[in-house]
């Protein structure tokens, strides 16, 4: 069937990789990409996809209103997979500001502009709002966060996504427009920006720079690889129930300072270094104001419900992961240029 489909976002870490999964498997589909191309949006990351028939670029910052109007006046979407956002939790506590515009604002304004030339209740015509498990809060030792849990954002960053998801139901319960959330938990893979802390761990150890580990290392996240939560936006998007939310997962939780010492050990190993020197880098450094303790994701639902399963193990998409910043050391050299060594200075210079 043909149908034109909104991405935003898609030339960040996430989107990237739904925007080459959607052009690839769906020829049929016109797939527009709409980013602003903030310092974390990047072109390169879609140059093996950039000249396809199926595939337009928009620059749009979707804070913009009257950009949004025109992208949705120039095409008809039949479909809205929304991902564009400011995502990094440590600039959110430095500077909330960008996290309200574009999180919040920006989501309603592409609510407004798809209800406004969409027929409502047309269930085909889905609002997907691709959404953080950090709205749920912070788990102690024990249970999982399901799609029952309430909400408890503590970060800017998650009170951002937690308004966005509100908005996105909002719409839905108000206006009956059809939409559906995923609400996923840390993803990691080829192309993630380097503030987030598997590429920054990585780049440090290749770059033998200090590795820092936040207070004792001791908090908990849920760990799935790209590719698997591009699947899973994919099987939501086709199959999944108009006004459900789905919980994506990889089952995998490790704490900060086991996932660091993992990575030493296969850098040690890939960089053909004395085993045990990547870990001389790690550095306890202040901890981050407010961190959450320990993310994990039920997602029994998504896998009972539509068929759902990680693809990779932990230790295959790690390899995966790790061979591929090797292979593209220039993608890093590019991106750690200009704003990352300022930010990286900033961030990092007086811990
Ligand atoms: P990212 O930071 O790598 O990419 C965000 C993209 O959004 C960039 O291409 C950027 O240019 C674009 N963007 C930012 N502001 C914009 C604006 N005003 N207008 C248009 N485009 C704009 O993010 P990511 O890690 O790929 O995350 C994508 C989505 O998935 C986000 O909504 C995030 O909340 C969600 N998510 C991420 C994770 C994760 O672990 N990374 C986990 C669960 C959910
Ligand atoms: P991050 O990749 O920023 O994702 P999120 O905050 O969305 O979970 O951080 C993952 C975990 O790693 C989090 O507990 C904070 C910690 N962390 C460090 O210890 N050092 C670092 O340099 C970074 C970026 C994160």
């Known amino acids: 069937m043909k149908r034109v489909i909104l991405i935003t976002g898609g030339a960040g870490f996430i989107g990237s990789h ?18 602003k191309l903030t310092y974390a949006g990047n072109l390169g990351n879609l140059a093996d996809i950039g000249n396809e028939p199926n595939y337009l670029f928009r620059k749009t ?13 120039e095409f008809r979407f039949d479909g809205v997979i929304h991902l ?3 995502t990094h939790v440590d600039r959110s506590i430095t500077s909330p500001d960008e996290f309200i515009y574009t999180n919040i604002i920006g989501t309603v304004n592409l609510l407004k502009a798809f209800r406004e030339t969409t027929p ?3 269930v085909k015509k889905l609002f997907y709002h691709v959404s953080t498990d950090e709205v749920y809060g912070s788990l102690e030792q024990g249970g999982f966060f399901t799609e029952q849990t309430s909400y408890d954002p503590r970060s800017p960053y998650s009170a951002s996504k937690a308004s966005s998801d509100h908005m996105v139901r909002a719409f839905g319960n108000t206006y009956g427009m059809p939409f559906v ?8 893979g080829p192309n993630q920006f380097p503030e987030k802390l598997i590429p920054l761990t990585i780049n440090n150890i ?6 820092p580990v936040y207070g004792k290392g001791e908090n908990i996240r849920d760990w799935l690889y790209v590719e698997d939560h591009a699947a899973a936006i994919d099987v939501i998007f086709h199959s999944g129930t108009p006004g459900e939310t789905y919980n994506v997962g990889g089952d995998n939780e490790w704490k900060n300072i086991d996932l660091v010492l993992l990575l030493c050990r296969i ?3 890939k960089l053909g270094r004395r085993a045990g020197s990547s870990r001389e880098l790690i550095t ?3 901890d981050r104001a407010g961190h959450d303790l320990r993310y994990a994701i039920d997602s029994s639902k998504l896998q009972k419900e539509l068929g759902w399963k990680p693809s990779v193990t932990f230790e295959q998409g790690l390899g995966l992961t790790v061979d591929w910043y090797l292979a593209n050391r220039k993608w890093m050299d590019t991106i750690i240029s200009g704003e990352y060594s300022k930010y990286y200075e900033e961030m990092y210079g007086n811990r």
């Open 61 to 73: 910052d979707i804070v913009d209103r009257q950009a949004v109007e025109a992208l949705f006046g």
């Open 84 to 86: 564009a956002a400011e």
């Open 181 to 188: 959330i995923s609400n996923c938990s840390n993803n990691y």
């Open 18 to 35: 739904v925007v080459r999964r959607f052009v690839r498997t769906y020829p049929e589909y016109t797939i527009v990409n709409a980013d």
């Open 267 to 269: 850098m040690d190993e």
């Open 206 to 211: 290749e770059t033998m720079k200090p590795i």
């Open 284 to 286: 306890f450094v202040t």
């Open 120 to 122: 409502v209740n047309d």
